[in-house]
């Protein structure tokens, strides 16, 4: 998935500047309903985080007939497809992040790598759901936990409107989603674009301005002592 979303960013801002005298805009192609679950320990402390990615019925289209699964277009997969789908958007390259960044307080709280993955398909969309797990297992007090999830090249669009849960949370706990202002978000995209419109190279991919944060949702979560 990375390699596809790092071709079609250069083909993206490629037919954006290409239009004479239009200011620089940039929009996703790629649009994921995404859902979380974290996962604590038997001590009370945050371990893992799964993630639950709803792809839209368009890319999900394409990745059925890019792995050549449900040749007879009956929307119903055999076990054996399934099978196949299963893992189809793990195979990261190193330096992708996996859309998903875990903070308490300001401090970064790094995730391993995708575990325990698994894929289906329903309704004309692929659903994919993977777990990280923390590499230093954490409480959480007062001080929000936050997780976002976004792609910086904005070529993805994610929105948490799929369960949110707490699994195993010691008694207190509870989560918020939060979702940023579009009307301030599409001006600061606009801007950081136009900035960006006389130097960057869209083939070479020099200079691309990390946007998708301006449109984050994040979970919250706070733990009463």
Same mark, same amino acid.
């Given at each position: ?79 054996? *497809?399934?099978?196949?789908? =299963? ?7 190193? !330096? +992708?992040? $996996?859309?998903?960044?875990?903070? &308490? ?75 940023? *202002?579009?009307?301030?978000? =599409? ?7 136009? !900035? +960006?419109? $006389?130097?960057?190279?869209?083939? &070479? ?21």
């Amino acid at each position: 998935m990375e390699s596809l979303r790092t071709i079609s960013r250069a083909a993206l801002l490629a037919s954006t500047l290409a239009v004479a005298g239009a200011p620089v805009v940039a929009h996703p192609h790629i649009f994921i309903d995404a859902g979380v679950t974290l996962v604590f320990d038997e001590a009370g402390k945050l371990g893992a985080v799964r993630i639950v990615w709803a792809y839209d019925d368009l890319f999900s289209l394409f990745v059925l007939e890019d792995q050549g699964l449900d040749p007879d277009f009956d929307g119903i997969l055999t076990e054996t *497809e399934v099978a196949r789908l =299963s893992g189809f958007d793990m195979n990261w390259d190193a !330096e +992708f992040e $996996g859309d998903s960044y875990l903070l &308490l307080g300001e401090a970064a709280l790094p995730l391993s790598r995708p575990l325990e993955w698994d894929a289906t398909y329903g309704e004309g969309r692929v659903v994919s759901t993977h777990l990280r797990a923390l590499e230093t297992r954490v409480a959480i007090g007062a001080e929000p936990l936050i997780l976002q999830i976004y792609d910086p090249t904005y070529y993805t669009s994610y929105e948490i409107n799929l369960p949110v849960r707490l699994e195993n949370a010691p008694d207190g706990c509870s989560a918020q989603v939060y979702v940023p *202002e579009p009307g301030a978000a =599409s001006a600061q995209l606009r801007a950081a674009l136009e !900035e +960006f419109s $006389g130097s960057f190279d869209p083939f &070479l991919e020099v200079g691309f301005p990390a946007v998708g944060a301006l449109f984050s949702h994040e979970v919250r979560v706070t733990c009463a002592p």
